[in-house]
């Protein structure tokens, strides 16, 4: 695959990640705060106002992420991979993956808190921290490699 295509085929991706990130902001996150109206009826109000604006400041964080990810693709296609602009990216990606894990692992906690864990929660709630942590050290060690290609680049640059 070249290049562009490349550069095409990830931001199509991106833009259809974004596209599910908000129906599921529309259709599924009120679904769940009801269900956690259901699970705390003594704080029927509480439970669903904090479910949804919980869920809502985590998919903002994740729009921003694909944000982000949108933009190193493009310069991907432009020829401008290995750029300190894009490394600040990545490291941005990995503090917003990072941020979204240890809201994650509150919420865990407090649902511990309330007793309201099902082992379904459990599992999704550790499959979501999981992944959060991996895609936040994924994105560390990229920037990390993407600073050094940089640099060897401009090297390069001024090498006749």
Request: aromatic share 8%.
């Amino acid at each position: 695959m070249r290049q562009r295509e490349l550069s095409i085929w990830l931001r199509g991706l991106t833009i259809v990640v974004g596209v599910f990130l908000l129906i599921a902001c529309i259709f599924l996150a009120p679904v769940i705060a009801q269900e956690a109206q259901l699970a705390l009826p003594e704080h029927q109000g509480a439970a669903w106002w904090g479910t949804l604006a919980f869920l809502y400041v985590t998919a903002l964080v994740g729009a921003v992420a694909l944000i982000e990810a949108f933009l190193i693709f493009r310069d991907i296609g432009r020829d401008r991979s290995f750029t300190q602009v894009n490394a600040s990216r990545l490291r941005t990606i990995s503090a917003l993956a990072l941020l979204d894990t240890v809201l994650y692992v509150a919420v865990f906690c407090l649902m511990a808190a309330l007793k309201v864990l099902s082992p379904g929660s459990i599992v999704l709630l550790g499959a979501v921290i999981l992944f959060g942590a991996a895609a936040s050290a994924a994105a560390a060690a990229l920037s990390h490699l993407t600073v050094k290609a940089a640099n060897i680049q401009d090297d390069n640059d001024l090498t006749i």
